[in-house]
């Protein structure tokens, strides 16, 4: 692959060569052998080293490529290349690829002190890059590259973006200067900056980090900067020259990969997120929000953030992807990524939806443990080169590799549907940006159902300056009200001294106020980050309000806790909420239906409530909400304290039966608890109880039963009718399987989809459907993985909240039992098209139960 003057380059550069070259040259200093002599020698014995070495890449294993027209070859490995990140091509189809030896050191690091940029071209003309040589050697957690053109590169580094320049063309950089300084505390390596792209437009686009949520200040050439800390990652853009720097868009944990396609349109993939998973492509417009926030808690589970465009004035994901996605680009009408988390490369293949996209996530290459793709470049011909970072360590460890990936049939160059605008696009770019547009366009098209067309409003509000001309006390529509407090929101945020404080306080109270629930979320948000103080009062009034609804509750809560304290948990339990939590619920004085959902926000295992305090509860309220709510904590608590109150409460005749009959349900996950009550109530006149204890029966069968079959949907319609009892129902929810993968009302796992709104959006024919074919549909969120393991087990299971970047990766079973998997124990992994629900979950209950159970699920909250 590479010619010997190549090898002996590559061995000369290496730890490896430099400790030889040391040693004679410490010999000749002590000896009279000339240096020619010595020289001599040691090229002889370093090429026999290098030839050496070069045998060990050859024999690198290439990663599975599971898309039959793509095939791989390597194309360099260590010693040569070593731990590299971003990569790009200059005008002259020559490759730039970084060689990282700055991200965490270890003390014993025998490699360079700095970063190391190799420039790869072909040397004979073959098509092969088969020459490699130093280009630049200096930064500190360098990042990415792009070419700007006339042999000139920009450079993002943690801490700046810098521009060098081969004004020569001898291969070597001579000159380099900074274009944009990242000034703030934080020093973690790969949080910064980081995505870099070029725009069709000119302009230079470049990602920021998180941060950890440090102030921070990126400052241009000319002085322009902007300014945060808190609000998450950001892409910002400059000129070239480094001047004019300006905020493009918010919400993101990292955009580590950014890219522009054929339509102009700008696509980022995300290092996201701690406790929620999957990471995250995006299509970037002006002025948008993707949920994210720092200040809120790095688990991602805060109420006051979110990831797929839940709050109001945020937008959607296009797809979800791998862990630890790190770069994108354009192939035809696809968009490619890779993930150095599961080892893979992903294929998006995008379908419009409205002003925006959607796509499946498809695997096109799929690696074992030691496949950590990261940056990916276009060659002139077409083929991609990837640069692989090899060990799942992110301290430098010396290993590094360079794949070419080719199609082996590709044919001339076709234009895709996603080559052009919708007319929905058009519709967005021409509110976003044409001077043309008039305010009372803007202000209709924020009552526009979809979110990117609302969006492309509030950025045309924005840099036509048209929002203060708005009087926000007087409009009457709640979808108008949201984005014009959503343009004020990310003026504040761009330019601080834009907004006067009292002016926008003043407009706060008033949303707080709205009876719209958008609005009052929009404001909850707006004041929390700012930790507007002198909004308490208003904000505290919303617990007085007995129709607030569980997330705007969950909201408001969280709102005081931040304010109150000026941070949130880093976890998913914060113990200022959780203190409020408490008072709130143990307060007598406030509504039952607010004290249920006080108590249907509280972990079970929070140290501060034992459950007999629970139960003396119910001794001084009897609401059947806040009674149902009591129980299912004590269920989820599930210790021989939590089941004793439950058997009390199912023996209590004083109890309201539907109570009594919830507790029964939940003391049968502990048999020897239900088996002693179920003797006492065997007698019982309520027929509740009766019932609840038929179904509870462990001898009883249900295989008797004529059922249609799970594809006769019209026949499973008919026969589940309109009937059911919610209440039961909610019974066969909690004692099932359903509740080991779903959330219903605050419990239950979080590892399939949240089913609380289920009533509110989908009918019951479609949540039959649901149940009986689950794979029929299987959303980004929830795509389940098949992993080999090297002694040649396969398991299937949904992965949890663990990150994939320490030792071991845990999923959720079908059974909603937990497993984990050592990284090292992994041989592949791969999504599949078949849901992590079970089928026949109707064959495990009486069709009365399976009635039950949909009136449960399709009742409205």
Request: hydrophobic share 35%; aromatic share 8%.
């Amino acid at each position: 692959m590479f010619g010997e003057s190549q090898r002996l380059l590559m061995f000369a550069q290496s730890r490896e060569g430099t400790a030889l070259m040391n040693v004679f040259t410490n010999f000749t200093k002590s000896s009279r052998i000339s240096m020619t002599k010595c020289f001599a020698m040691f090229c002889v014995i370093a090429m026999f080293s290098a030839l050496a070495l070069c045998s060990t890449t050859i024999a690198v294993e290439p990663p599975s490529v599971l898309d039959h027209d793509w095939q791989i070859e390597l194309i360099a490995s260590e010693p040569g290349l070593v731990t590299p990140t971003g990569c790009c091509f200059d005008d002259q189809g020559r490759l730039l690829v970084i060689e990282c030896h700055t991200h965490f050191p270890p003390d014993d690091y025998s490699g360079p002190k700095t970063d190391r940029i190799y420039r790869f071209d072909d040397s004979d003309g073959d098509g092969v890059l088969d020459r490699q040589s130093l280009f630049y050697e200096g930064g500190t957690a360098t990042m990415n590259m792009v070419h700007l053109g006339d042999g000139a590169f920009a450079v993002a580094t943690r801490s700046e973006v810098y521009r060098l320049a081969d004004s020569d063309d001898d291969g070597t950089a001579e000159t380099k200067s900074v274009l944009l300084k990242h000034e703030t505390s934080a020093s973690y390596p790969h949080n910064g900056l980081a995505g870099l792209t070029l725009g069709p437009d000119g302009w230079l686009y470049v990602g920021q980090g998180e941060n950890f949520g440090e102030p921070y200040q990126l400052i241009g050439t000319d002085g322009s900067q902007q300014r945060g800390g808190g609000e998450g990652g950001n892409v910002f853009r400059c000129r070239p020259d480094g001047s004019q720097v300006s905020r493009v868009a918010t919400g993101f944990w990292n955009p580590f990969g950014l890219c522009f396609d054929a339509a102009k349109r700008l696509w980022a993939v995300g290092n996201d997120p701690d406790s929620m998973p999957p990471n995250r492509l995006m299509h970037v417009v002006d002025t948008a929000d993707f949920g994210f926030q720092f200040r809120f808690g790095r688990a991602g589970t805060h109420p006051l953030l979110c990831w797929n465009g839940e709050l109001p004035g945020t937008l959607p994901m296009v797809a979800g992807t791998g862990e630890a996605v790190c770069a994108v680009i354009v192939n035809n009408d696809h968009l490619l990524a890779t993930s150095w988390g599961d080892n893979r490369i992903e294929r998006y293949d995008l379908q419009p939806r409205g002003a925006s996209w959607t796509s499946q996530t498809q695997v096109i290459v799929q690696g074992n443990a030691n496949f950590r793709p990261v940056g990916m470049a276009t060659a002139p011909d077409g083929s991609i080169y990837v640069t692989d970072w090899v060990d799942r360590s992110y301290p430098v460890h010396g290993k590094g590799r360079l794949w070419r990936l080719t199609q082996k049939n590709s044919g001339p160059q076709e234009r895709y549907p996603s080559s052009d605008l919708t007319p929905q696009e058009i519709e967005a770019q021409t509110l976003a940006r044409s001077s043309g547009a008039s305010s009372r366009q803007r202000l209709a098209s924020l009552q526009d159902a979809d979110p990117f067309i609302r969006q492309a409003a509030i950025a045309g509000l924005v840099h036509d300056n048209q929002v203060q001309a708005i009087d926000v006390l007087r409009l009457s529509s709640a979808d108008q009200i949201v984005g014009v407090l959503t343009a004020m929101r990310w003026q504040e945020l761009t330019s601080p001294d834009s907004v006067a404080e009292v002016d926008r306080d003043l407009v706060l109270a008033w949303a707080l106020k709205h009876p719209a629930e958008s609005v009052q979320l929009t404001a909850l948000r707006w004041s929390a980050e700012r930790e507007c103080k002198t909004l308490l009062p208003a904000i505290e009034a919303l617990l007085r309000k007995d129709d607030l609804s569980p997330r705007t509750f969950a909201a408001v809560i969280a709102a005081i806790a931040y304010i109150e304290t000026g941070s949130a948990s880093g976890r998913d339990r914060d113990p200022a909420t959780e203190k409020l939590l408490v008072g709130f619920a143990s307060d007598p004085m406030r509504s039952s239906k607010l004290r249920s959902l006080a108590i249907r926000r509280l972990p079970p295992n929070i140290e501060s409530l034992d459950s007999a305090k629970l139960n003396s509860w119910l001794d001084s309220n009897e609401d059947r909400d806040f009674a149902s709510e009591v129980v299912r904590f004590l269920s989820a608590r599930g210790d021989q304290p939590a089941m004793a109150a439950l058997a009390e409460i199912a023996l209590n005749q004083s109890r309201e039966e539907q109570t009594r009959a919830d507790a029964l349900s939940a003391l049968s996950v502990d048999r020897q608890a239900f088996e002693l009550v179920a003797k006492q109530l065997a007698n019982s006149s309520s027929e509740v109880l009766k019932t609840e204890l038929d179904r509870l029966d462990a001898s009883s069968s249900r295989s008797d039963e004529s059922i249609p079959s799970s594809e006769d949907l019209s026949a499973w319609t008919t026969l589940v009718g309109d009937q059911g009892n919610a209440d039961a129902g909610r019974r066969v929810f909690y004692r099932t399987q359903c509740v080991s993968c779903h959330v219903h009302s605050g419990r239950g796992s979080r590892t399939g989809p949240d089913l609380t709104t289920l009533g509110g959006t989908m009918t019951r024919q479609r949540i039959i459907e649901s149940i009986l074919l689950p794979s029929k549909e299987v959303g980004p969120l929830y795509v389940p993985w098949k992993v080999l393991t090297i002694d040649g087990t396969v398991h299937v299971g949904l992965k949890m909240n663990e990150s994939g970047v320490g030792g071991r990766i845990k999923y959720q079973a079908a059974d909603g039992k937990t497993f984990e998997i050592a990284l090292e124990d992994i041989e592949t992994q791969q999504p599949v098209d078949q849901s992590i629900m079970p089928t026949g979950l109707e064959k495990t209950m009486s069709v009365t139960e399976f009635r039950d159970l949909i009136a449960f699920l399709a009742r409205p909250i």
